[in-house]
């Protein structure tokens, strides 16, 4: 039942019952019945809360081994060994008695979505021979007041049981989604997520260097900056570890890991999906290469083939084949929009283009796939400006063939706003370095407008010069749906050197 349908439910059942009462009904046996029901549900209830352990380790284990070390990871050396060096303090613990160092209670481990958190979590779990227990903050989540808090100590009293149970000393407790609970206090309207978070830091105060079982609190987040201070306060979540998108040689070391139990057909270059994923999450690089080995079982094949990766990365990156029909038309114009964007990514970064297609993949009628070359961070004010260039590709290519855009220029709008916004927040334009908020309206307007269209027009200046490339490349996309890089560089190529 939803949280709204709970409450109206609740708001309900004690006027029907005056109103039985009203007109002479014994209401009795149906409050003795509803009160048996809501005591066994309660009770039902709380007995998961173990639950909370073994369901999420059951969930986790069809995914990863149960028992994981950090070699099993990929990439995130730097986030591997500051773990590893914080968990040293739970192993050499005498040592740190004899110091007087308190002990380390909390590690939160913060990143984007699939980036290895939780992998984290049970490879700490495993280094340090600890019991492992996870839980989601949205577990504890509940719209009775209490319930949270007793989950709460419930799930420390498991782990020390556990730990006990099991012989260990020291146990590990995951929470991910910690900022569902630990939360900013607003003062009072949220009742129940404030019992809970107090409920968890006086459990977090509880924890003294001669327990036995030591437990330890791990927590990951994608938003930090919404956590409690209370929470990441020094004796709390004071070890901070970032855990971030992995860089190349780190996406290669995870689809190596992935790898190990997939057949790789023979000439297959998983550095080639390692370059034209910048940006994927280890789970997305774990989905590209489940998403492989459904093409080739689909294609009837028994080893995996390039074809298959990149055809899953396309699938990742921008979802299934869709069953849209196009009109002929309609796929012309969006063969003509998609060169254009290609045509001036090479001009404008050779080599950097790995596909063009107008095949419909998710919200896309087409798309181009490009190659970036390395790892970028920081870009320069003639990089912006070339990436705005190929996004407006696409509707100048338009303008030539047609005289006129059309909505499928919607997004390549909104990517070249966000970097002319970009440009503008980082002083790259003749506004100078300006706060945004202090600059007047309109000479933003004025400002945005001057780039987009001295952009637009040496976008048009490029593509007028490559009408011939136009024609030649749309016989082969409106035949195959599919362009190569290569083949698309080839065309280019003679092109250019027959204007030269
Ligand atoms: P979320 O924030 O969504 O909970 P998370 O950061 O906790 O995500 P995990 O649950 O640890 O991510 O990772 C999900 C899956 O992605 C893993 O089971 C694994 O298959 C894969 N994965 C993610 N990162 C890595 C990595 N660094 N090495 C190997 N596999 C990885």
Redesign the pocket.
């Known amino acids: 039942m939803s949280k709204l349908g709970k409450e109206i439910f609740i708001g309900f059942l004690p006027v029907l019952l005056i109103f039985l009462i009203f007109i002479g009904v014994n209401i009795m046996p149906v409050l003795f019945t509803g009160l048996l029901a809501f005591t066994i549900y309660y009770m039902l209830r709380s007995r998961s809360v173990p639950g909370i352990s073994t369901s999420n380790e059951r969930k ?1 284990k069809g ?2 081994p149960s028992f994981l070390n950090f070699d ?5 050396d730097r986030a591997k060994k500051e773990l590893m060096e914080a968990l040293d303090f739970l192993i050499k613990h005498e040592q740190i008695k004899k110091l007087g160092i308190r002990p380390l209670k909390g590690i939160l ?1 913060t ?10 979590a049970k490879a700490a779990a495993h280094y340090t021979n600890s019991v492992y227990l996870a839980a989601s903050g949205s577990e504890f989540v509940e719209m009775y007041v209490g319930v949270g808090a007793s989950r709460i100590r419930d799930l420390f009293r498991e782990a020390r049981s556990k730990a006990q149970k099991e012989g260990k000393e020291s146990a590990i407790i995951f929470i ?2 910690i900022d569902v609970v630990g939360g900013k206090r607003d003062g009072g309207q949220q009742r129940e997520y404030d019992q809970t978070l107090n409920q968890l830091l006086t459990e977090m105060d509880g924890i003294h260097t001669d327990d036995a079982p030591r437990i330890l609190i791990m927590a ?1 987040t ?1 938003r930090k900056e919404m956590l409690d201070s209370a929470l990441l306060r020094p004796g709390r979540f004071d070890r901070h570890i970032d ?1 971030e998108l ?1 860089d190349k040689k ?1 996406r290669l ?2 689809l190596g ?2 790898m190990k139990n997939k057949p790789l057909a023979e000439g297959t270059v998983l550095e080639k999906v390692a370059d034209q994923t910048f940006g994927f ?3 997305q ?2 989905g590209v290469l489940n998403e492989a080995a459904i093409y080739a079982l689909r294609e009837e094949k028994s080893l995996i083939e390039q074809k298959h990766l990149a055809d899953a990365i396309d699938k990742v990156m921008m979802g299934e084949r869709t069953d849209r029909e196009t009109n002929e038309e309609e796929k012309q114009r969006v063969a003509y929009h998609e060169l254009g964007h290609a045509i001036v990514a090479e001009l404008v970064r050779p080599g950097s283009v790995a596909q063009v297609t107008v095949t419909p993949r998710g919200k896309a009628l087409g798309y181009v796939r490009h190659n970036p070359q390395q790892d970028q961070y920081l870009y320069t004010k003639e990089q912006i400006e070339q990436q705005i260039m190929i996004a407006l590709g696409g509707s100048v290519a338009e303008e030539m063939f047609y005289g006129g855009r059309s909505t499928g220029s919607r997004n390549d709008f909104d990517q070249a706003l966000l970097m002319v916004r970009n440009m503008i927040d980082c002083g790259l334009t003749s506004l100078g370095i300006v706060e945004r908020e202090m600059v007047p309206k309109e000479e933003l307007m004025k400002e945005n407008a001057a780039i987009m269209a001295e952009l637009t027009s040496r976008t048009r200046e490029l593509l007028e010069k490559q009408r011939t490339v136009f024609e030649q490349a749309l016989d082969v996309l409106l035949r195959e749906e599919v362009l190569s890089g290569s083949i698309f560089r080839e065309l280019l190529m003679a092109s250019i050197s027959r204007i030269a």
């Open positions: 986790a995914r990863t099993q990871i990929g990439g995130q481990l990143g984007p979505p699939g980036t290895g958190k939780t992998l984290m991910d989604e990951a994608n855990v992995p780190g070391s995870i890991i992935h999450s280890g789970a690089l774990e």
